[in-house]
């Protein structure tokens, strides 16, 4: 089983930055990959960053190219995103999650979740 948190979200205002954490546990070892996700309301779940834990791969969706940053530390086990240059559309609720396979682009790649953290952007 592995076991992860989300935390770091909050109310920022457009241009600000903020840095999300996840914490991991359990079996994240059996684990590839740690992505981030993010639903706005009314939305589908998309994927924003991922990246692997031996190699360090990363991947970035088109929109946050260039401002977000996902990075690990691995005896810590922790996963971050560094948001930079937030606009409102960044506004939803962001999710980590650990993919056994080696498919990193979609939700269906992900095996386990956190529970979310909430972040608004205002304009």
């Known amino acids: 089983q592995v076991v992860l948190v989300e935390s770091g979200g909050g109310l920022v205002q457009a241009g600000d930055s903020l840095r999300l954490s996840c914490a991991t546990s359990?079996?994240?070892?059996?684990?590839?990959?740690v992505g981030w996700f993010r639903q706005a309301p009314g939305r589908e779940r998309e994927f924003v960053a991922a990246i692997t834990w031996n190699s360090g791969n990363l991947y970035y969706a088109d929109s946050v190219k260039g401002r977000f940053i996902i990075s690990r530390d691995n005896p810590r086990n922790m996963v971050y995103l560094q948001m930079n240059s937030l606009k409102s559309e960044d506004t939803a609720v962001y999710y980590c999650a650990a993919a056994v396979g080696i498919y990193y682009w979609g939700s269906e790649g992900y095996d386990y979740w956190g529970q979310g953290t909430q972040v608004t952007v205002s304009s």
């Open positions: 359990g079996q994240i070892l059996s684990t590839n990959a």
